[in-house]
């Protein structure tokens, strides 16, 4: 969300209040984009709080307000806050899942309390994947005009395909070292690779750093923690092969910047990590849970630089034509015009 309130230019004014109370986004906006914090005594824990309810309600009434923008599960308030008669327009965005929402393992109270408060009168969804969108009908049975998918974008002028050195391969990833991305997989599947000169960098911070050193520690200095990056774009041009491990992806930018740096991808076939690469680099994307598979993709993506290097431009033209920030904030400032504009 940073990144569009950035893109979308000083025609909007815009009121943040951050649920977890981390303004940490703020860092990332340009100079000149019109905002400012609200600030709100939040309960966290439980189910649904009514006093949550209570105090989105004045924040509301007491601030002139054309169009509200909430995020995920942990926004669900507002929606029962924001309805009757000075209902404002309201547009709801979920952008991905951890562990415990995968689209396969959706906690059912959550699941009836969605159904419910998305049939709001008037409210309209946006999904960045084929994947939630087809949540979103199927699950929580929204009608399929009400969400918009809108997938997300990147500033592409950032990244570019450049010429690989001659030097040992080096497969790479940008990801949170969460358990949900697996890269405890990526390493397996690493070591067990057949070309043993080959290079492992893993660009992200999180939880599990520790954990997944200790398991690279055999590996020696063949695996790189290189640990959270502003900018990745220096750390992509190092890589020869994006690879994605995880258990659960909705649209990942990671992945649309790893395209745009021209590499091919090897990956597991979650979310719509399979339609957002080139056709032909779709048989190295493979069955969540067949590590082997994985490993042979990876494999085959080392053994053939001429192959990389046509996957790679083909991944190259296809971040360039789908994924560009320019077309997604269109898409967006068009969708907030119009409902914010459109009688409650």
Same mark, same amino acid.
């Given at each position: 969300?940073?990144?569009?309130?950035?893109?979308l230019?000083?025609?909007?004014?815009h009121?943040?209040?951050?649920?977890?109370?981390?303004?940490?986004?703020?860092?990332?906006?340009?100079?000149?984009?019109?905002?400012?914090?609200?600030?709100a005594?939040?309960q966290?824990?439980?189910?649904?709080s009514?006093?949550?309810?209570?105090?989105?309600?004045?924040?509301?009434?007491?601030?002139?307000?054309?169009?509200?923008?909430?995020?995920?599960?942990?926004a669900?308030?507002?929606?029962?806050?924001?309805?009757?008669?000075?209902a404002?327009?309201?547009?709801?965005?979920?952008?991905?899942?951890?562990?415990?929402?995968?689209?396969?393992a959706?906690?059912?109270?959550?699941?009836?309390?969605?159904?419910?408060?998305?049939?709001?009168?008037?409210?309209?969804? $946006? +999904?960045?994947?084929? &994947?939630?969108?087809?949540v979103y009908?199927?699950?929580?049975?929204?009608? !399929?005009?009400? #969400?918009? @998918?809108?997938?997300?974008?990147?500033?592409?002028?950032?990244?570019?395909?450049?010429?690989?050195?001659?030097?040992?391969?080096?497969?790479g990833?940008?990801?949170?070292?969460?358990?949900?991305?697996?890269?405890?997989r990526?390493?397996?599947?690493?070591?067990?690779?057949?070309?043993?000169?080959?290079?492992l960098?893993?660009?992200?911070?999180?939880?599990?750093?520790?954990?997944?050193?200790?398991?690279?520690?055999?590996?020696?200095?063949?695996?790189?923690?290189?640990?959270?990056?502003?900018?990745?774009?220096?750390?992509?041009?190092e890589?020869?092969?994006?690879?994605?491990?995880?258990?659960?992806?909705?649209?990942?930018?990671?992945?649309?910047?790893?395209?745009?740096?021209?590499?091919? $991808? +090897?990956?597991?076939? &979650?979310?719509?990590?399979?339609?957002?690469?080139d056709?032909?680099?779709? !048989?190295?994307? #493979?069955? @969540?849970?067949?590590?082997?598979?994985?490993t042979?993709?990876?494999?085959?993506?080392?053994?053939?630089?001429?192959?990389?290097?046509?996957?790679?431009?083909?991944n190259?033209?296809?971040?360039?034509?789908?994924?560009?920030?320019?077309?997604?904030?269109?898409?967006?400032?068009?969708?907030?015009?119009?409902?914010?504009?459109?009688?409650?």
């Amino acid at each position: 969300m940073a990144t569009l309130t950035g893109s979308l230019g000083d025609g909007y004014e815009h009121l943040v209040l951050a649920m977890d109370g981390s303004y940490d986004a703020e860092a990332v906006l340009p100079d000149g984009i019109t905002y400012r914090r609200v600030e709100a005594d939040v309960q966290k824990g439980g189910f649904i709080s009514r006093a949550n309810i209570k105090t989105f309600r004045k924040v509301m009434a007491d601030n002139a307000i054309d169009l509200v923008l909430t995020c995920n599960w942990g926004a669900v308030e507002w929606l029962f806050a924001n309805r009757g008669r000075r209902a404002i327009p309201h547009i709801h965005f979920e952008d991905g899942f951890g562990p415990d929402e995968r689209p396969d393992a959706q906690n059912s109270k959550r699941v009836w309390v969605r159904r419910f408060a998305f049939r709001k009168k008037g409210m309209e969804f $946006v +999904a960045p994947s084929r &994947v939630l969108e087809r949540v979103y009908a199927d699950t929580w049975k929204v009608k !399929p005009e009400r #969400v918009h @998918l809108i997938p997300n974008g990147v500033d592409l002028d950032a990244f570019s395909p450049i010429k690989r050195p001659d030097r040992p391969v080096t497969i790479g990833t940008v990801a949170a070292l969460r358990k949900e991305k697996r890269l405890d997989r990526l390493i397996t599947c690493f070591s067990e690779m057949s070309d043993t000169s080959t290079r492992l960098l893993i660009v992200g911070g999180g939880p599990e750093r520790t954990d997944l050193e200790a398991q690279a520690a055999p590996l020696g200095d063949r695996v790189i923690f290189a640990g959270e990056q502003g900018d990745v774009a220096p750390l992509l041009a190092e890589m020869d092969i994006y690879a994605l491990s995880s258990d659960t992806e909705q649209m990942p930018i990671s992945l649309v910047e790893g395209m745009a740096s021209g590499l091919p $991808v +090897a990956a597991t076939d &979650v979310g719509d990590v399979a339609t957002m690469v080139d056709e032909a680099n779709q !048989p190295h994307v #493979v069955p @969540l849970g067949d590590d082997a598979a994985l490993t042979k993709a990876l494999n085959a993506l080392t053994s053939d630089p001429t192959l990389r290097a046509n996957l790679g431009a083909a991944n190259a033209v296809r971040a360039k034509e789908l994924y560009g920030l320019k077309a997604m904030t269109e898409r967006y400032d068009t969708l907030f015009k119009r409902m914010a504009l459109k009688p409650s």
